[in-house]
């Protein structure tokens, strides 16, 4: 079965774009649990050959957070530099705390 990530999201016309070539237009819009989504969906499933491989129903749906282009943003810079989280993990400081007196405090205090 396809994912969402084998559609491709065309921002200017607010389209995805299916693997069989076809738009995916935007329909609606709602809100879950305060988070605005928009909808997205072609009717002409029905007669594809890809069917099988994309949805059960008579047409394709996607859901999209309406400020998705953040996260889509954040993974093309992680996928730039995928040691990125690594360099991250070893410079920000450990939320917690040693213990007072603990072996830990005392490496610390000398870095």
Not at 41 to 50: A, Q, V, Y
Not at 69 to 89: H, I
Request: glycine share 4%; with cysteine; aromatic share 6%.
């Amino acid at each position: 079965m396809y994912v969402k990530a084998d559609f491709v999201y065309d921002a200017k016309r607010d389209v995805y774009a299916c693997p069989a070539d076809e738009d995916l237009t935007h329909r609606n819009m709602t809100e879950e649990r305060c988070i605005p989504i928009r909808r997205n969906w072609l009717n002409g499933c029905k007669g594809c050959p890809l069917r099988s491989n994309c949805t059960t129903g008579n047409e394709c749906r996607i859901s999209r957070w309406e400020r998705e282009d953040l996260v889509d943003d954040m993974d093309s810079r992680l996928g730039r530099d995928p040691d990125f989280m690594t360099l991250r993990r070893c410079i920000v400081e450990h939320p917690c705390p040693a213990p007072p007196g603990s072996p830990d405090t005392a490496q610390r205090q000398h870095l």
